[in-house]
């Protein structure tokens, strides 16, 4: 099998980081194939709001239930829906942003906000605009570990043939 195919099969979500920051190029590196996502009708509905302020990831944070992973991480990439935008890019624009960090030894962690008013108001979206998820980006820790989910279904469970 190939490199990627193997990286798809082994990506995880990493919820512990080193505190040291990215490196710029880094951050370069992961926006540059984040860009490169392939989108409905090729619109590229989407932008970032890279966020490494602590005061600012505190209250990112308080957007979202399950966000300690913001807490812990030296920066968030928070994945702005434009207007006319499809929440199936957004999640495209996810996954490359994973794959892409892991390539280059940048752990991530998706992370949903689940209030939309507070997150617009957070990073100052024009309206229109919406933040449902982000991407939490930094060095894994030395004893990083990915949440422990257990193994995948059998694929018999999830692929259908012509009718459910």
């Known amino acids: 099998m190939s490199e990627t195919y193997d990286r798809i099969l082994n990506l995880k979500a990493i919820r512990s980081y080193q505190e040291r920051p990215l490196d710029e ?10 860009r490169w996502t392939g989108s409905s009708k090729n619109s590229q509905n989407w932008s970032f709001v890279l966020v490494r302020d602590r005061d600012q990831i505190e209250r990112l944070a308080e957007c979202g239930d399950f966000t300690a992973p913001v807490l812990k991480a030296p920066a968030t990439l928070a994945l702005i829906q434009e207007r006319d935008g499809y929440e ?7 996954q490359n942003i994973m794959l892409a960090a892991d390539a280059i030894g940048v752990a ?7 209030r939309d008013e507070d997150v617009a108001r957070v ?4 309206k229109g605009r919406r933040c449902r998820y982000a991407v939490t980006l930094g060095y894994p820790a030395a004893d990083a570990a990915p949440a422990k989910f257990g193994g995948r ?5 999830l ?3 012509d009718r459910y």
């Open 159 to 161: 692929l259908h043939h």
């Open 25 to 34: 190029a880094d951050v370069e590196r992961i926006v540059e194939a984040a």
């Open 108 to 114: 991530t962690c998706p992370i949903t906000l689940h």
């Open 153 to 157: 279904k059998p694929i018999g469970e």
């Open 88 to 94: 199936f890019d957004t999640g495209r624009l996810a």
């Open 123 to 126: 990073l100052g979206l024009p």
